[in-house]
């Protein structure tokens, strides 16, 4: 008896904790899940990110849910080659390192353009899952291979949900999540949402891939995934050099100047 009621009360606490955040009423609503953050808006202040999408996805037909992550591996395959999702896979998804992404006071920013109708009931879409990992692999394409890189972040084991800004407020659900609408921010290319992920959490991991399991339209079937493409971005800072225009030529100058002298050496 005592037992059950002491799982009872494990089941209570679980269930009281796992909440969506609500922020479909404006661009100014948050809230946290542990140390990470989900708001409505995001501005830059620094103003020299660099915002590339690197996880495309979506569920074709109405009112479905859908999982997904970005992988460098050609073609898509193993779990991401099912459904519909491959048919943004091949061309947008890609990972990359940690080290490019860029600090903003100690978060990295990751943003979520959703592509949903705009009104009707279909412009809402919730996030359910979003798991950050990381590996030095950068061609992992089953979610068993996935679940062995190491884990950063995960809103369902993070925390409580904890709306702290503007009239966003949590509703209890099975499990955590955030629900979103397409219309406080409707067209593509626009964000609906940013999620802040403090960069201690990626401490001595830096030089490994990052990869980002999200789902979306799962939460009681009530912001289900309509089928435009969702796409997740990060601000990023150091990108990989490409020389210059006029230092390639001036590097082939260079080049033709020492290929004559060791011809004119040889000839002698
Ligand atoms: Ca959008
Ligand atoms: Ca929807
Ligand atoms: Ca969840
Ligand atoms: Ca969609």
Redesign the pocket.
């Known amino acids: 008896m005592a037992k059950t009621l002491a799982c009872l009360l494990l089941l209570v606490t679980a269930v009281a904790n796992a909440d969506y955040l609500d922020i479909t009423t404006s661009l100014t609503d948050g809230g946290t899940f542990g140390v990470a953050t989900f708001k409505g808006q995001f501005t830059d202040p620094v103003g020299t990110g660099i915002f590339e999408p690197f996880w495309r996805a979506r569920q074709s037909g109405n009112?479905t849910t859908y999982e997904f992550f970005n992988t460098d591996a050609r073609p898509l395959s193993g779990d991401l080659a099912a459904g519909n999702n491959a048919n943004g896979g091949d061309i947008t998804n890609r990972t990359f390192l940690v080290s490019t992404l860029l600090a903003v006071d100690g978060q990295f920013v990751f943003l979520l353009d959703t592509n949903?109708?705009n009104g009707g009931?279909?412009?809402?879409?919730s996030l359910d899952r979003f798991i950050i990992r990381t590996s030095s692999s950068s061609t992992i394409n089953t979610y068993a291979g996935l679940a062995g890189a190491n884990l950063v972040y995960d809103i369902d084991t993070a925390g409580p949900c904890q709306a702290t800004m503007g009239s966003a407020f949590c509703t209890n659900k099975p499990s955590n999540g955030v629900k979103l609408t397409?219309e406080l921010n409707p067209g593509s290319g626009k964000t609906n949402m940013a999620v802040l992920v403090p960069v201690s959490l990626f401490a001595g991991h830096e030089n490994e891939y990052l990869y980002l399991d999200a789902q979306f339209?799962n939460v009681g079937r009530d912001?289900?995934?309509?089928a435009g493409f969702e796409e997740w971005s990060a601000l990023r800072g150091a990108q990989p050099v490409v020389p210059e225009p006029s230092s390639i030529v001036l590097l082939g100058t260079v080049l033709a100047g020492v290929c004559y002298r060791m011809r004119k050496r040889r000839a002698v």
């Open positions: 009112d949903e109708p009931g279909k412009d809402l879409l397409e339209g912001a289900a995934a309509q």
